[in-house]
């Protein structure tokens, strides 16, 4: 575990994995349901659904885009060295809340796109749902049965 060989692809790849889960989660979750309801024309259960699945999918792209430039910014804001990348690098593998946090949504979103296929769904819509159904479920496992320190 003390073994970091690359601190800074480590801390890129949890901020690009935490923007991910919070844009999708707000675009499928939030956004595109509000967006939908917002218009008359889409106030249906299909509109609801198609709005999420857009929301979502734009959120995850948009994502992958953001998180690298906003963890360079903060890199180069706070004049981090290496040894500062590291020790967050390290205490983020340590974070057992965390770590359940992004392996509930990976699980997830791969239960829920495999669950989608023979359903005849969008494998994307199925990933969206699953991944924020673990990241919900997770957050009220570390809230509520996590030990306190």
């Known amino acids: 575990m003390r073994d970091i060989p690359y601190p800074y692809v480590e801390l890129h790849a949890h901020v690009i994995m935490k923007t991910a889960q919070a844009f999708g989660l707000l675009g499928t979750v939030v956004i595109g349901p509000v967006a939908a309801l917002a218009r008359s024309r889409t106030r249906t ?21 953001v998180a690298p430039l906003m963890t360079q910014g903060v890199l180069r804001g706070r004049k981090a060295d290496r040894d500062s990348v590291y020790d967050r690098s390290y205490r983020l593998r340590h974070n057992r809340g965390q770590v359940r946090v992004d392996r509930g949504s990976a699980v997830g979103a791969v239960s829920g796109a495999s ?32 030990p306190k320190k």
């Open 45 to 65: 259960l299909d509109g609801i659904k198609s709005s999420s699945y857009k929301c979502g999918k734009w959120g995850v792209i948009l994502s992958l885009v």
């Open 115 to 146: 669950l989608a296929v023979p359903l005849g769904a969008s494998p994307v819509m199925g990933a969206l749902v699953g991944m924020s159904m673990g990241i919900v479920s997770m957050a009220c496992y570390n809230s509520c049965w996590l």
